[in-house]
């Protein structure tokens, strides 16, 4: 069973950073994606960013690129989501997700384990 467990969230003003980690323990599947979403209020779960353990592939949806930046440490079991340059956009629950079968990165179709979400807030 594998357990994602995230932190980093909270309160910051627009301009800010903030960075989330994601600590997954139990058996990950190394060939498949580990990923964030976000939900912000009143809308559907979106796709943030994924990538892969190897680290050579990264995916960012449109919104994020050049703010945000996914990286994983392997020894640690643990992703990050660096978020810079955070707009009142950003508002959001973010989840990470572990990866469990073959799917495009963005589907949360691929995305079998879950994390429980951690608030980020940005006030304008």
């Known amino acids: 069973q594998v357990q994602l467990v995230e932190s980093g969230g909270g309160w910051v003003q627009a301009g800010g950073s903030l960075r989330l980690a994601c600590a997954a323990s139990g058996p990950t599947f190394s060939v498949y994606p580990m990923a964030w979403f976000r939900r912000a209020p009143g809308k559907e779960r979106e796709f943030v960013a994924a990538?892969?353990?190897?680290?050579?592939?990264?995916y960012y949806t449109d919104s994020v690129k050049g703010r945000f930046i996914i990286s994983r440490d392997k020894a640690k079991n643990t992703v990050y989501l660096q978020m810079n340059r955070l707009t009142s956009e950003d508002t959001a629950v973010y989840y990470c997700?572990?990866?469990?079968?073959?799917?495009?990165?963005?589907?949360?179709?691929?995305?079998?384990?879950w994390g429980q979400g951690t608030q980020v807030t940005v006030s304008s």
């Open positions: 990538i892969y353990w190897s680290g050579a592939m990264t």
């Open positions: 997700a572990a990866g469990t079968s073959t799917r495009p990165v963005g589907s949360e179709r691929g995305y079998g384990y």
